[in-house]
């Protein structure tokens, strides 16, 4: 199988920085892309950032300019880079991996999305 490890969350201060990372473990063949949604009390699940295997970044309109996603897909791993953070950025943060080649006992290869657990991320003073 194939598991996102998130790392990076915690509480930070109004205008302060937060680095989250992911990292994807298992019998992966191939990731197409990568990416963060976030989630707040309340609120659907929504993109942050994404990029894809050929460095191609998409990030949420608003939030261009504070939040840098870089990746490594040599290494299966994805960082973003959040700056001046703002309350309203308060979330869980999702870490996703889409169309996931991986090896598998039972039928040689499959193809498919994984979603890491999550890391909570609070901004307040």
């Known amino acids: 199988q194939v598991q996102l490890v998130e790392s990076g969350g915690g509480l930070v201060q109004p205008g302060g920085s937060l680095r989250l990372s992911c990292a994807a473990s298992?019998?992966?063949?191939?990731?197409?892309?990568m990416g963060w949604y976030r989630q707040a009390p309340g609120n659907q699940r929504e993109l942050v950032a994404s990029?894809?295997?050929?460095?191609?970044?998409n990030y949420a309109d608003s939030l261009k300019g504070r939040f840098t996603i870089s990746g490594d897909f040599a290494r299966n791993t994805v960082w973003l880079q959040m700056n001046s953070l703002k309350p309203e950025d308060t979330a869980v943060y999702y870490c996703?991996?889409?169309?996931?080649?991986?090896?598998?006992?039972?039928?040689?290869?499959?193809?498919?999305?994984?979603w890491g657990q999550g890391t909570q991320v609070t901004v307040s003073s």
């Open positions: 996703n991996a889409d169309e996931v080649l991986y090896r598998t006992a039972a039928v040689g290869t499959d193809l498919t999305d994984f």
């Open positions: 990029i894809t295997s050929g460095g191609n970044t």
């Open positions: 298992g019998s992966i063949l191939s990731i197409a892309a």
